[in-house]
C-alpha cells in the first residue's frame, strides 16, 4: 500500500513538472488573464484536507511549501507573485528551466521541519501547503493569513489543485487552457494505446509504455 501511495504521487508530480513544462515550452497555451477573471469561493475537494478559506482579492504574494504546487502555480503564470517555496528549490530542475527566480526565493522549510515563523513574515495572501500540514495553516489561518491545504496525489485531485490555485489567485483562464492542453494529450496517448492494443495479438497482452532515463522519472519524464 505504502509503494502505491508513493506512485501516485510520483505520477502527480511528473505531470505538475509536465504541465510546467509545457508552458515553458511553449506547448501550452498562454496569454495570462483578463481583468474580468475574477477568483470563486474555495470550496472543499478531492484535492483538499479541509476547506481553504473563502476568497477575496487575487493573492499577490504567494508562499508554496509543496513542489507539486510550486510547479503547478509555474504552469498558471504565477513565477511573479511568488514570495516563498519549499526547501531544496535547486534540485528541482523545472526551476531552473522555467522559473530561475524561484532559486533566490526564501526557503519555507519541509512538511516535516516547516518555517512557520519564516512564512509568516514574508507577509502572503496566500499559502499553499499540503495535507500533512494541516495543522500548520490553521495556525496560518489565526493569524488572518489565508490558506490553501492540498493533496494531489491522483491525476483527478492534480487537476482540482490547480483550479483552486486559479480560483484563488485570478488564473482561472490559464487554468482551464492548460487542463484542455493536458486533455488533448491524454486523448492521443489513448488513441496511440487503443491502436497499439489492436495490433498485438491476443497472447501478446496488453502494450506497456516505458520510460527509461539516467536518472529519477521527474527527469526522465521531463525536458
Same mark, same amino acid.
Given at each position: 500500500? #505504502? ?32 481583468? =474580468?477573471?475574477?477568483?470563486? =469561493? ?19 504574494r504567494i508562499v508554496s511549501g509543496y513542489y507539486i504546487t510550486s510547479s503547478a502555480c ?29 532559486? %533566490? ?14 512564512? #509568516?513574515?514574508?507577509?502572503p495572501d496566500l499559502v499553499i501547503l499540503p495535507k500533512k500540514l494541516s495543522e500548520q ?34 488564473? %482561472? ?6 487542463? =484542455? ?22 497472447? %501478446? ?19
Amino acid at each position: 500500500m #505504502a509503494k502505491l501511495r508513493s506512485m501516485k504521487k510520483r505520477i502527480s508530480a511528473v505531470m505538475a513538472v509536465i504541465m510546467a513544462a509545457a508552458v515553458f515550452t511553449g506547448c501550452a497555451a498562454s496569454g495570462g488573464t483578463t481583468a =474580468a477573471e475574477t477568483p470563486k =469561493a474555495a470550496e472543499a475537494s478531492e484535492s483538499t484536507g479541509k476547506d481553504s478559506t473563502a476568497a477575496g482579492e487575487p493573492a499577490q504574494r504567494i508562499v508554496s511549501g509543496y513542489y507539486i504546487t510550486s510547479s503547478a502555480c509555474i504552469a498558471l503564470g504565477l513565477q511573479d507573485r511568488m514570495v516563498g517555496i519549499e526547501a531544496k528549490a535547486a534540485s528541482r530542475p523545472i526551476y531552473k528551466l522555467a522559473a530561475a527566480e524561484f532559486l %533566490e526565493l526564501p526557503s519555507v522549510g519541509t512538511a516535516k521541519e516547516f518555517d512557520l515563523e519564516g512564512c #509568516a513574515a514574508l507577509e502572503p495572501d496566500l499559502v499553499i501547503l499540503p495535507k500533512k500540514l494541516s495543522e500548520q495553516a490553521d495556525i496560518l489561518e489565526g493569524m488572518n493569513i489565508r490558506t490553501l491545504v492540498v493533496n494531489p496525489e491522483s491525476m483527478e485531485a492534480l487537476k482540482e489543485t490547480i483550479r483552486e490555485i486559479a480560483a484563488l489567485t485570478g488564473t %482561472e483562464g490559464q487554468a482551464e487552457k492548460l487542463l =484542455a492542453w493536458y486533455a488533448q494529450k491524454e486523448e492521443k496517448l489513448a488513441g496511440i494505446l487503443e491502436k497499439a492494443s489492436s495490433e498485438k495479438k491476443p497472447e %501478446e497482452g496488453v502494450p506497456g509504455v516505458y520510460i527509461a532515463g539516467t536518472s529519477s522519472i521527474l527527469r526522465a519524464a521531463t525536458p
